[in-house]
């Protein structure tokens, strides 16, 4: 459900560079009613679309298990954007980390490959929802020789959404995991989402203002987009953004056309804008702020400040050391 474009606009840009300074000042995406049972989760989750799970490699995980969780997933990432229809997916295990082919299969399947195993079930959330979400990021634009410039700023947004998912899916996992029998996986996913959103490298330097960072990073990132140290940085400013819209349809109109030959970031964001139907550009409005940039036709935009750290992780934050493993990388 799309928010109203002018009365709810969101309030004091500083506050997003704060969230970068406390992970969990970021307001916590609201948790749905708990389901009834877990008849009715299943349901639900397979009410989205086609998700085939090739069989071998999940180990302790059967196919049907992994399965259900990758379409509740999707369900949450679709709910997002209303109507949207997507061909079917096939994942596959890969001992090679995550990926989504360029390549679809014989009948038109996307081709997803996951390196999760087991039943850590924090893995799969993380890494297929970032790959979904280039999909629904229109991915197979720039594919070769279209050529990546720009693409980095799409793959943060793949992560911020894999850190979205995971706590969406860490608060509903408490009442309503998808099957009865997880949920005494919820505490572990608890611990994954707490070490994900709070690595250093995720953080800015001491007395380092975001612009200043952008100002010294954003050439580099230009010349590669997988500089996931950055990305991963950037994605703890955009983590507010995506838990304060309901509606994420302007994600649609990415890459929609090649990047022009020397084309700087503020023209990638301005074509983007352009393409964007006027009532789903909050989003692409409130992207040109984090970055100090003037929306075309001068619309100015205001970042909600964050409300104080949610209490769901305290009890993971207190039982995890400072020398815990960080989250799965992709």
């Not at 009365?7 to 506050?15: C, D, G, N, P, Y």
Request: negative net charge; aromatic residues 10%.
């Amino acid at each position: 459900m799309p928010r109203g474009h002018s009365t709810k606009r969101i309030a004091v840009a500083t506050s997003v560079l704060l969230s970068l300074m406390n992970p969990y000042a970021v307001r916590a995406a609201e948790s749905k009613p708990a389901l009834q049972h877990k008849g009715d989760a299943e349901t639900q989750a397979k009410r989205s679309f086609g998700i085939l799970v090739a069989g071998g490699g999940w180990g302790e995980a059967r196919p049907e298990e992994v399965e259900l969780l990758l379409n509740t997933i999707a369900a949450e990432l679709l709910s997002h954007f209303p109507g949207k229809q997507l061909d079917p997916i096939v994942v596959s295990h890969s001992q090679q980390g995550p990926v989504v082919l360029y390549q679809k299969g014989p009948a038109n399947q996307y081709q997803i490959y996951l390196a999760a195993k087991d039943r850590r079930w924090g893995e799969y959330i993380y890494e297929f929802s970032h790959e979904l979400f280039h999909i629904l990021a229109n991915y197979e634009y720039h594919a070769r020789p279209r050529g990546v410039r720009h693409q980095w700023f799409e793959e943060m947004l793949c992560e911020t959404v894999s850190l979205y998912t995971l706590r969406k899916l860490s608060l509903t996992w408490q009442q309503s995991p998808p099957r009865t029998e997880w949920a005494s996986y919820a505490a572990d996913l608890n611990k994954f989402t707490w070490r994900a959103l709070n690595e250093p490298h995720r953080h800015l330097p001491e007395n380092t203002s975001f612009a200043q960072w952008f100002r010294e990073n954003g050439s580099s990132l230009l010349e590669s987009p997988y500089l996931r140290d950055k990305n991963e940085l950037v994605s703890m400013l955009f983590l507010p953004l995506l838990e304060q819209n309901l509606d994420w349809q302007a994600v649609e109109y990415l890459n929609l056309d090649l990047p022009r030959e020397g084309s700087s970031f503020y023209d990638y964001l301005a074509d983007w804008y352009a393409k964007t139907p006027p009532v789903h550009r909050e989003l692409v409005d409130q992207t040109m702020t984090v970055f100090q940039f003037h929306p075309p036709g001068g619309n100015h935009v205001r970042i909600e400040p964050a409300s104080p750290p949610d209490t769901l992780h305290r009890a993971a934050a207190e039982e995890s050391s400072a020398g815990a493993s960080g989250a799965t990388r992709q």
